[in-house]
């Protein structure tokens, strides 16, 4: 079975020039051992035998391995095993490893934006989807970058992709209408192959980029670019949108031919103070007794907790265990992505799932806590975007709040 899917990696070791970060460490994002970061793409998710298209696909990243050479990522793709679509990836998530030599790091001038289980874990002379800082640098000198873009794509082009924007694939079983998205076909059995378009990339401005930094909304600094880049009797005008960081010029978002993919969240690796659960702990004592639970992930459409997750969920239950007189609701939240229904069932499902983690394997006592789910009622932020869409995508804990 080969799977196809859109990576995005984490190519250094910092985020500077954020506004409203957590901390005192402002944009800090160190390339380390438990970086976890998210990415939402119009994109579906199949098997060999099915093909079942969603509207916004979540894919999880962690920064897995480092040494002097190289960087080594692990991201999941996982399918709804759960719903209607059971049989997609025969129900079983797929993790696949990816490596960045830190020589490519600073000097190469090619990339992959659309990788296949059937790749090499290890490409030298390319990053994954983002760049090196002498292609930044050369887009800030003169404003011009020689380039090559690499993608996975069916021998139709990207271009096909397009044209399945829209579509809709309704599941009657569980009430959920989900959008086609213009990747789909991508993601089905149908033959893809690798092609590396050529060409020059263009500074097109600085822009500040929205992102949730360890769940807090904030932008950092984007260098936007375009081009035209030509692979035999074919061009394609891609949009890619880079972190303005001479040491991490990561891939905030690529657009091509109606194609996209973008970076929503970035959890930094937990350090040995209680950041963030000590915040946690101030929301869950002060006057709105709830607090959002980040670093809680699942994959699309499913209520199954992601390995990653586990740092958060531990640190939580620590939390747990300091304050024993709490008794706590864990609270699910969706976007508006489906009907009411279904959505309501979904995030009940995952609230359900968190609390059985925390009873189950974190041993927090079954009595102490409670799972209840709100569907796409408390939004926090627009369903109008992508970035405001996988916010609302979110586990909450509350409290009962003292007279």
Same mark, same amino acid.
């Given at each position: 079975?080969?799977?196809?899917?859109?990576?995005?990696?984490?190519?250094?070791?910092?985020?500077?020039?954020?506004?409203?970060?957590?901390?005192?460490?402002?944009?800090?994002?160190?390339? %380390?051992?438990?970086?976890?970061?998210?990415?939402?793409?119009?994109?579906?998710?199949?098997?060999?035998?099915?093909?079942?298209?969603?509207?916004?696909?979540?894919?999880?990243?962690?920064?897995?391995?480092?040494?002097?050479?190289?960087?080594?990522?692990?991201?999941?793709?996982?399918?709804?095993?759960?719903?209607?679509?059971?049989?997609?990836?025969?129900?079983?998530?797929?993790?696949?490893?990816?490596?960045?030599?830190?020589?490519?790091?600073?000097?190469?001038?090619?990339?992959?934006?659309?990788?296949?289980?059937?790749?090499?874990?290890?490409?030298?002379?390319?990053?994954?989807?983002?760049?090196?800082?002498?292609?930044?640098?050369?887009?800030?000198?003169?404003?011009?970058?020689?380039?090559?873009?690499?993608?996975?794509?069916?021998?139709?082009?990207?271009?096909?992709?397009?044209?399945?924007?829209?579509?809709?694939?309704?599941?009657?079983?569980?009430?959920?209408?989900?959008?086609?998205?213009?990747?789909?076909?991508?993601?089905?059995?149908?033959?893809?192959?690798?092609?590396? /378009?050529?060409?020059?990339?263009?500074?097109?401005?600085?822009?500040?980029?929205?992102?949730?930094?360890?769940?807090?909304?904030?932008?950092?600094?984007?260098?936007?670019?375009?081009?035209?880049?030509?692979?035999?009797?074919?061009?394609?005008?891609?949009?890619?949108?880079?972190?303005?960081?001479?040491?991490?010029?990561?891939?905030?978002?690529?657009?091509?031919?109606?194609? /996209?993919?973008?970076?929503?969240?970035?959890?930094?690796?937990?350090?040995?103070?209680?950041?963030?659960?000590?915040?946690?702990?101030?929301?869950?004592?002060?006057?709105?007794?709830?607090?959002?639970?980040?670093?809680? /992930?699942?994959?699309?459409?499913?209520?199954?907790?992601?390995?990653?997750?586990?740092?958060?969920?531990?640190?939580?239950?620590?939390?747990?265990?300091?304050?024993?007189?709490?008794?706590?609701?864990?609270?699910?939240?969706?976007?508006?992505?489906?009907?009411?229904? /279904?959505?309501?069932?979904?995030?009940?499902?995952?609230?359900?799932?968190?609390?059985?983690?925390?009873?189950?394997?974190?041993?927090?006592?079954?009595?102490?806590?409670?799972?209840?789910?709100?569907?796409?009622?408390?939004?926090?932020?627009?369903?109008?975007?992508? %970035?405001?869409?996988?916010?609302?995508?979110?586990?909450?804990?509350?409290?009962?709040?003292?007279?």
């Amino acid at each position: 079975m080969r799977v196809a899917c859109l990576l995005v990696v984490v190519a250094s070791a910092w985020l500077g020039g954020s506004e409203g970060a957590p901390d005192d460490r402002a944009g800090h994002v160190p390339l %380390e051992k438990g970086l976890i970061f998210t990415t939402t793409s119009r994109a579906g998710l199949t098997s060999t035998t099915v093909a079942t298209p969603v509207a916004d696909t979540e894919t999880v990243y962690s920064v897995a391995t480092i040494d002097t050479e190289q960087v080594g990522f692990r991201f999941t793709v996982s399918a709804p095993n759960d719903a209607k679509a059971a049989k997609l990836l025969d129900g079983q998530p797929v993790s696949l490893t990816r490596s960045v030599r830190r020589e490519d790091l600073r000097s190469a001038a090619r990339l992959s934006i659309l990788v296949s289980s059937t790749d090499p874990a290890l490409v030298p002379g390319q990053t994954f989807a983002g760049t090196s800082s002498a292609v930044l640098q050369a887009l800030h000198d003169s404003g011009r970058a020689g380039f090559v873009l690499g993608v996975n794509e069916p021998e139709e082009g990207l271009s096909a992709l397009a044209r399945l924007a829209g579509a809709r694939l309704t599941d009657t079983e569980s009430g959920a209408a989900f959008v086609a998205s213009s990747v789909s076909a991508l993601l089905t059995s149908m033959s893809v192959s690798r092609r590396y /378009y050529r060409g020059t990339l263009e500074r097109v401005g600085l822009e500040q980029f929205p992102v949730l930094l360890d769940g807090q909304r904030t932008t950092v600094p984007a260098l936007h670019v375009s081009g035209e880049l030509k692979f035999t009797d074919r061009t394609i005008a891609p949009q890619i949108w880079w972190l303005d960081a001479a040491d991490n010029p990561l891939t905030l978002k690529w657009s091509v031919a109606g194609v /996209y993919e973008t970076v929503t969240r970035i959890d930094r690796p937990l350090d040995g103070a209680l950041r963030p659960t000590e915040g946690i702990a101030d929301a869950l004592t002060g006057k709105k007794c709830r607090a959002e639970l980040s670093g809680v /992930y699942f994959t699309t459409a499913s209520a199954q907790v992601l390995d990653p997750s586990t740092p958060a969920l531990e640190r939580f239950a620590a939390l747990m265990r300091q304050h024993a007189d709490w008794h706590v609701t864990v609270e699910g939240h969706t976007d508006n992505i489906g009907s009411a229904s /279904y959505n309501l069932d979904l995030s009940a499902r995952r609230a359900a799932a968190v609390r059985d983690v925390l009873v189950g394997r974190l041993n927090v006592a079954p009595d102490r806590l409670q799972a209840k789910g709100y569907g796409l009622t408390r939004p926090v932020e627009t369903n109008a975007t992508d %970035e405001g869409r996988a916010h609302n995508r979110r586990v909450e804990v509350s409290r009962p709040c003292a007279q």
